[in-house]
């Protein structure tokens, strides 16, 4: 890699922190985790290692967020479901 591409971030690492912020599950956590090794390995640029930690937070964020509403959901949906067929 040349001096200019040391100074950017990678698309890996954009990737990550857009499909985080847009809250896409599981995509954030890989993109992040595969940018991380390419930068541990001096593949990619550690410009970007703030944002593949961010993606990586926001899609765990993200699926924990779905897991509390599904949840919900199905409480929700046994309590009135309960109260229906008294």
């Known amino acids: ?3 200019e591409q040391k100074q950017s971030a990678s698309g890996l690492a954009i990737a990550a922190l857009v499909t ?3 809250q896409m ?3 954030p956590i890989i993109l ?3 940018d991380l090794g390419k930068i541990k390995k001096g593949e990619s640029s550690v410009a970007g290692k703030g944002m593949d930690i961010a993606g990586i937070v926001l ?3 993200s699926i924990v967020w779905i897991l509390i509403v ?3 959901w199905a409480v929700a949906a046994a ?3 309960a109260l229906l067929f008294q």
């Open 32 to 34: 992040g985790a595969i």
């Open 20 to 22: 985080g912020i847009l």
């Open 79 to 81: 309590t009135a479901a």
């Open 25 to 27: 599950g599981i995509v």
């Open 59 to 61: 899609g765990a964020i």
């Open 70 to 72: 599904v949840i919900a």
């Open 1 to 3: 890699m040349n001096d």
